[in-house]
């Protein structure tokens, strides 16, 4: 499990990243992000597209910096989610 937290002006979010591969060429990255009580979960499949194995032919330095860009992408667009529901849910609580 690989764990990231990112602080936002509502909070820290917390991710979890399960990261999974197959024999096909693909990688899984499930990553589960919270913000307390809301939860964010996403699957990202990277790899094979069209029978095509399209990762392992890739050097280890490009491979890893490409899975690494798969995942900060999706912690960081996990956080801006999470970060956006905390906003509306401390202003609806305002409202009179």
Do not use: C, P
């Amino acid at each position: 499990m690989i764990t990231k937290t990112i602080s936002t002006e509502h909070g820290d979010v917390s991710s979890t990243a399960d990261v999974q591969y197959s024999d096909n060429g693909q990688v899984v990255l499930h990553v589960t992000s919270t913000l307390g009580a809301a939860k964010h979960e996403h699957r990202v499949t990277v790899g094979a597209e069209d029978g095509s194995d399209a990762i392992s032919t890739l050097s280890e330095d490009a491979l890893k910096l490409s899975l690494q860009s798969h995942l900060d992408k999706v912690r960081d667009d996990a956080a801006k989610i999470l970060s956006g529901r905390a906003k509306v849910q401390k202003i609806t609580s305002q409202l009179q």
